[in-house]
């Protein structure tokens, strides 16, 4: 007796913590996904879930070791505790499993009173459910901590995403950002389903990744003496322009690069690095004044407009440079994708140097545009050769462009248009509708910004497709946003840009064929409470018009 009772006593403890001693998280009984699924059919009822419910994983890859860390995020947060992992399925369990004949993204979410299943072409499309999941159960839920149970609708929602890319941009040069606010980024983006972390890793006001061979690039490009404040005058600086006098510095050595590749891996998330080239590099040519034109000894900029100041083309020490820079990059990001940048690159240095004339002549070029025309040239087959893809900025496509590269198209839709006309792949990413560094609104309340303002409806509106034949649509392998950060400064501000105009975006990623702007509002409201049960900032515009 004794003996029963010692064996019985744990399980009645745990079994009185579960139904005793936390709250049972109601279910209103709305379904309000974003990205908007592709079919969903509400049932009859609700699934209880409780810290009870085992996890089954009929998944041989192991990656999905990933999907049950996920799940058990969602777990942790509401009940305190990770799943228990079951060897076979059962009643009221959730069952984890693949389905050979959907795509890898794609999955079938089906909750019944009794069960839960999650089938998936891949661990990605099972990843992709669970943040169906969250979204199913109420926003009260997160951060319960100790939850007796959560109740979900039941339903089936059959999803699959539009477009394969589905990317945001954080521009980590112009202000630093910490391996941590990265991670929590990575986590806004996982919510969303974007997929791709373009990391915006140099600039002329910051260089920010360690490179073994050059260790000047962080020694003296990872720091700016002092930042202009306020809005830059577009090159006019005078004695009426103030300066912070606080140095901004920092970046991430090789081993925070790699943690947050992988964080970002297990989000099936993939991270894009972007070392720029040949504009936007003073903070290189700071560190080593034989990149530039002139040798001159720069500082890394204090202002934000372009710069005249680029690398040269001419010598050829430049590009021994970008491309050991570019191998120890390559070795760190497992992704097929490099960025090069290559927008905004005034040609007025090499116009008088000695050495790019002579590149010009030897190349039997008539324009110093064709000066980047060859350098992005040689360093796609640089990267061609390493198994890596190169992207760059719509100023590549100034010239001759190998038809591997692939285009991110920024001034307009022009030139992603005209990329897909030579046979590129293109990302969309126009400054009239990804821009998220532009004002949410027009309201004089909003933090300082430049390029006008961007509203949540603009965005959702977007139609990357817009001007191209059915048969060329397949070129477009993506959206994204895009946040340069000069004038945002903290994390706060950079939440605050991005929410919900990701989700506007996210929407047109993943759901392009099936937006529907009052119903997308409808389930914002609901995604805005989740955001405050994360903690996330957010502009509320839409939700007070
Ligand atoms: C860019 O906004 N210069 C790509
Ligand atoms: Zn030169």
Redesign the pocket.
Known sequence: MYSVMKNLLPAAAALFAVSCCGPMIASDGEIAVVPRPERVEAGEGRFVWTPATPLVVEMKDSTAAWVVDAWNETAVSVFGRPADIAGEDREHAVRIAEDATLAPEAYRLTVTPTHVDIEAGAPAGAFRAVQTWRQLLAPEAFGAGNASGAEVPCAVICDAPCLGYRGVMLDVARHFFTVDEVKRTLDIMALHKMNVFHWHLTDDQGWRIEIRKYPELTRTGSVRRRTLVGHDPGGEYDETCRYDETPHGGFYTREEIRDVVDYAARRFITVIPEIEFPG?SVAALASYPWLGCTGEQYEVRQTWDIDDRVCCIGRETTFGFVEDVLSEVAELFPGQYVHI?G??CPTVMWESCPACRGRMRAEGMTRPRQLQNYATARIERFLRARGKRLIG?DEILDGELSATAVV?S??GTEGGIRAVQHGNDVIMAP?SHC?FDYAQSQRPDEPLSWGGDLPVARVHAFEPFEGLAPEQRPHILGVQA?L?TEYIADFPHVQYMLLPRLAALSEVGWALDRREYPDFLRRLRRMARLYDACGYRYAQHVFEE
Do not use: A, L, V
């Open positions: 936007h940048g927008d905004e900025w991110m920024w001034r400054s821009y895009n340069w």
